[in-house]
């Protein structure tokens, strides 16, 4: 079976077998969004479990989504990279719902043969938290093109914390910029490889201008809502 993930949902922490187990392999077409309410399985998951199948690449990872056909909806993702078994409660956030928040899941596959990337940013809610709440690689936001729009996740203006990782085709001046807005003349801040706490990451002051005086966000933590890759042009070496 030509697969990338196969995905396990239980509906107890500890429980010996899966309630519900899916993948992305199909004989017709393949299937990489998974709708729980048809089977009976929505908001049962509290612990998932992903194994990779033989067509893994690394990069290969899925998202967990509160609400089906919701622009703007609760997600998780999870990296069999970055942890395989994963107990939900470390990962939802909101205090009065912790768990069973799964309605839907989508298998997001790398599209590169040799499991290449050159950055992944990982977004955590808290400064303490253990497991990423979402990440991206930078293949599904290409450079130069839309920037990330985290509200498309329930996460704008949540990150504390952002972990940058260069990937095994990383390029000196790759980097990420962190964005207020996804417009032109929205404010950015440019980023480099490394682990940064948006609390005490600050905006560059602009030059003053003849403008009332108006509050505006003292972080990065409440500012951020959008993500872009900045890449630098691939060098080949003949």
């Given amino acids: ?44 998951a509290v612990r998932v479990v992903i194994k990779p199948g033989d067509e893994y690449r690394t990069g290969d990872h899925i998202r967990l989504m ?57 977004l955590y809610k808290d400064a ?6 979402l990440l991206f690689y930078d293949w599904e936001y290409p450079s130069r093109t839309r920037p990330l729009d985290l509200n498309r996740f329930h996460f704008a203006h949540k990150a504390a914390v952002i972990t940058i990782e260069p990937g095994p085709n990383y390029e000196a ?24 706490n948006l609390h005490q990451l600050m905006p560059e002051r602009k030059a003053a201008a003849a403008m009332p005086l108006i509050r505006t966000r003292r972080n990065w933590a409440e500012l951020l809502a959008g993500l872009e890759f900045e890449l630098q042009p691939r060098v080949v070496i003949r």
């Avoid at 993930?5 to 239980?10: D, R």
């Avoid at 993948?23 to 048809?38: A, C, G, K, P, S």
């Avoid at 395989?84 to 043969?113: C, F, H, K, M, W």
């Avoid at 790759?174 to 940064?196: C, F, K, M, N, Q």
């Fill in 66 to 122: 509160r609400e089906i056909g919701c622009p703007h909806t609760d997600t998780v993702a999870i990296d069999p990279v970055i942890a395989d078994d994963v107990d939900l409660n470390q990962l939802y956030y909101e205090a009065q719902a912790i768990e069973n928040r799964t309605a839907g899941v989508l298998i997001v596959t790398s599209p590169n043969p040799d499991s290449g990337y050159r950055l992944r940013v990982s």
């Fill in 173 to 196: 001046g790759d980097r990420v910029l962190l964005r207020e807005g996804l417009g032109g003349a929205s404010r950015i801040h440019a980023l480099e490889p490394g682990t940064y």
């Fill in 1 to 44: 079976m030509m697969t990338h993930l196969y995905v396990e949902l239980y509906d107890r922490p500890h429980a010996q077998f899966p309630c519900y187990t899916l993948d992305d392999h199909d004989v017709n077409q393949r299937q990489y969004f998974h709708n729980l309410t048809h089977h009976e399985s929505a908001d049962r």
């Fill in 128 to 133: 303490d938290q253990r497991l990423p709440s």
